[in-house]
């Protein structure tokens, strides 16, 4: 299989697309921490992976926090190995118009999202540079290029990921380290009101495919970044959007 044994490492995988990716990389053969800070969700896709024969460990990890960053990579490299790839998919939005938005629902948008992206690319780094090799997976959005109504927080974020990724790419090429992101679109807890409420109902309609995607179709872009095939590829995003970014 195309990552047997390989340690991959996925935030906010306890529900959404963190949790199609995991399951796509344990079918795969990898060995996979399912890291969030709901445990008990965690424990879920877990015993999910055990029982279609894959390998999986549940890590719980606030990853706004430093501290429990650090120490659910060490609980993944005790367990598994140094991780080789990581995929820092964990994320909220707070929502509020600009003129309205508080200082919390700022910083923490900006924690869970920069901060975590920030901390996890120092934890995971120092081992990746000593293998010679290693795969780091962000996920940014359309709203870093399109910014969005009721969202600064989220879409400076974003922004804010893809410029760390793309000076990570440059300064860990040289170990064999590539960096990318996947900017995705699809029906998950994040984006349930937008699809519910009728006032955002237009937007669908506007789209090529004019569908919203399962998670499952946006994990394989996620392995092709991890795998062989993206070999010669760092500091990309990946748009897996059914086209929208062509038209908002
Ligand atoms: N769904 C979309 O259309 C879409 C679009 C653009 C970007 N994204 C990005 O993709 C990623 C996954 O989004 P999703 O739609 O699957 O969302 P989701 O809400 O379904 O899942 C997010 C996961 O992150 C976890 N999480 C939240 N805060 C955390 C924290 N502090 N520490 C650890 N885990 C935490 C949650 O428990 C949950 O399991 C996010 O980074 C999101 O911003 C999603």
Redesign the pocket.
């Known amino acids: 299989m195309q990552f047997d044994n390989q340690v991959v490492a996925v935030?906010?995988a306890?529900?959404?697309?963190?949790r199609a990716v995991a399951e796509a990389f344990a079918a795969e053969g990898a060995k996979v921490a399912v890291v969030?800070?709901?445990k008990d969700?965690a424990l879920e896709v877990v015993a999910g992976i055990a029982d279609s024969g894959g390998q999986a460990m549940a890590v719980e990890?606030?990853?706004?926090s430093r501290a429990e960053v650090n120490a659910a990579a060490r609980e993944i490299a005790s367990a598994y190995g140094p991780i080789e790839v990581l995929v820092s998919?964990?994320?909220?939005t707070r929502p509020a118009m600009l003129r309205n938005m508080a200082d919390d629902q700022w910083r923490d948008v900006l924690a869970?999202?920069l901060d975590a992206s920030f901390y996890w690319l120092q934890a995971v780094v120092e081992d990746m540079v000593e293998m010679g090799h290693g795969r780091i997976i962000f996920?940014s959005?359309s709203t870093a290029q399109n910014g969005s109504i009721g969202q600064v927080n989220y879409a400076a974020a974003k922004a804010g990921i893809l410029g760390l990724m793309r000076s990570a790419a440059r300064e860990l090429g040289r170990y064999g380290i590539l960096v990318n992101a996947v900017?995705?679109?699809?029906a998950?807890?994040?984006?349930e009101k937008v699809r519910t409420d009728p006032r955002f109902a237009g937007g669908i309609s506007k789209s090529p495919l004019r569908r919203w995607a399962e998670?499952d179709e946006i994990a394989p872009a996620y392995l092709f970044l991890a795998g062989s095939a993206s070999s010669f590829m760092t500091g990309q995003v990946l748009s897996v959007d059914g086209g929208n970014m062509l038209v908002r």
């Open positions: 935030t906010g306890a529900q959404g697309i963190g969030d800070i709901r969700l990890c606030n990853v706004a998919n964990a994320g909220i869970v999202h996920s959005s900017a995705p679109s699809a998950t807890e994040m984006t998670p």
